[in-house]
């Protein structure tokens, strides 16, 4: 499961540092089915933005000084 900047979360509910996911692997909007080749690519385009942006910002506030 991914939160909403596309940070993996762990089972135990937090996000694991650095690690993001986009696409099938973030889990399909479509549940368990696949109606057809090119339905993930929207979403996946979306993850792949919101975990960009999230990544450069932790980098930047990660970056020391």
Known sequence: MVDLESRVRHVNGGPIDG?????NVAASIMGPSYP???VILGPAIVHALRAG??????????TPR
């Open 19 to 23: 690690l993001f996911a986009a696409g």
């Open 36 to 38: 057809g080749p090119g």
């Open 53 to 62: 942006r999230a990544a450069a910002r932790e980098s930047i506030l990660a």
